[in-house]
């Protein structure tokens, strides 16, 4: 499986692969989305397939959904299952406190719901993640379509009574379509470049209407992992 990785690759892998460390036989698990996330859930379909566990997985998004069932990890859906043991999800940055930056994949809305139904929250990631204070990488926030316009205005509005030192923020596309979520929604990225007071903007903004849900996973992350391109792996 790990065949000529590139050295980030290998990072990623290697942290994925100490995180399923913590599975249990008959767990219900949260699975992430994103490049790392996708190295655990090759993971746990060895731990499937050649270690006979039983494992269910409620998948944050149709693209780990469809490779969880290809390495063969059951497939519920949260309502199926209501609560979870663990959910294993990456990261697009964190900080020493262990809050971050979630939603680059534009799954943000899903796995903030998923990490929230579960008893422990493990991140994996690499150290190019590394922040001493959120806000480099751009922060998704989910609207919904209908008055996107309004929304983006909103938020610019309340972004300049806050102590952040970038305030604009673009809407995400693909191609030339606005990209679209799992539930259909747009998602702005704001470029605030630093975020004094994350707890403070997360509840302005999830008070704007037209706002589903924003990126900073706030007092969720429980255990950090941190794999290295040379193979060494750090838990926090
Ligand atoms: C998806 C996410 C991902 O966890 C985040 O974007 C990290 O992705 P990758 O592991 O590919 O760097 O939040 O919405």
């Known amino acids: 499986m790990t065949a000529e990785l590139s050295p980030i690759d290998k990072a990623k892998y290697v942290a994925a692969r100490r995180a399923v460390e913590f599975v249990e036989d008959g767990m219900r698990l949260g699975l992430g989305t994103g490049s790392t996330a996708a190295w655990m859930v090759r ?61 680059g994949g534009g799954a943000l809305l899903h796995e903030k719901v998923v990490a929230t139904a579960s008893d ?38 309340m972004l300049s009574n806050l102590d952040v030192l970038g305030r604009s923020a673009s809407l995400r596309l693909s191609g030339t379509e606005p990209f679209r979520s799992d539930e259909g929604n747009y998602i702005l990225d704001l470029h605030l470049r630093r975020i004094a007071q994350p707890a403070q903007l997360s509840l302005v903004l999830n008070q704007i209407p037209g706002v589903v849900e924003n990126g900073l996973f706030l007092d969720i992350c429980d255990v950090l992992v941190i794999g290295n391109a040379d193979g060494t792996v750090e838990v926090r």
């Open 43 to 103: 993971c746990l379909g060895e731990l499937v397939r050649e270690e006979g566990m039983m494992i269910t997985g409620v998948a944050t998004s149709t693209r780990t959904a469809d490779l969880a069932r290809e390495v063969g990890v059951t497939i519920k859906t949260l309502d199926e299952v209501r609560w979870l043991d663990l959910t294993i999800d990456g990261t697009d940055e964190y900080d020493p406190n262990l809050n971050l930056i979630k939603g």
């Open 120 to 157: 422990q929250m493990i991140v994996i990631a690499d150290p190019t993640k590394q922040v001493d204070t959120l806000g480099a990488f751009p922060l998704p926030v989910e609207i919904i379509p209908f008055g996107w316009q309004t929304t983006k205005a909103l938020i610019e509005e």
